[in-house]
């Protein structure tokens, strides 16, 4: 997908990124080890402000607005901030209040579908074998220089060639 303009931080949401943060207001001691601790400063201490609407019964009176103050961990939506998962934060947390959550694949998908585009699939390393690769018999490797690409990183058309060819030497 060819962006239109640049991503800043307030065109992207938490829901838009791959890890987010679920964090347990009520078991946290708010000591900071998590923010510390994270290798790329996904989370940081904030102030939240949360509004209630109350009602009174019989409708007597207008409706208003109550607003809680609370302090707590926020999950920053800059991309060159976005978590990892690498889960650090669960680590260091002395009440496991913290962890990140790797969001469901038909997630990312559809928010890409909604934007009008299809995701291009990225091939990583072949240890991590995303991608099949395909025997072609009419170049000099056994196996063509395009990885075809299979939602769950297998198929069941593929040829066995992957440790013979595509795996790093090892001696």
């Not at 978590?83 to 990312?108: F, H, K, Q, S, Y």
């Amino acid at each position: 997908m060819q962006p239109t303009a640049g991503i800043t931080p307030s065109t992207l949401s938490v829901k838009d990124l791959p890890w987010q943060v679920e964090w347990n207001k009520d078991t946290c001691t708010l000591c900071g080890r998590c923010t510390s601790v994270c290798p790329v400063n996904a989370i940081e201490l904030a102030v939240h402000r949360k509004r209630v609407v109350e009602t009174t019964t019989g409708l007597l009176q207008k409706p208003r607005n109550a607003y809680s103050v609370f302090h707590g961990i926020r999950q920053r939506t800059d991309a060159a901030y976005a978590c990892i998962g690498c889960a650090m934060c669960t680590m260091v947390c002395p009440n496991n209040a913290i962890r990140p959550m790797r969001l469901d694949e038909g997630t990312a998908l559809r928010f890409h579908n909604n934007r009008g585009a299809t995701p291009v699939p990225v091939v990583v390393a072949a240890t991590r074998r995303t991608a099949c690769w395909t025997r072609s018999s009419s170049s000099a490797s056994p196996c063509s220089p395009t990885p075809r690409w299979t939602p769950g990183g297998t198929s069941s058309n593929c040829a066995p060639c992957w440790a013979a060819c595509c795996r790093p030497n090892r001696a």
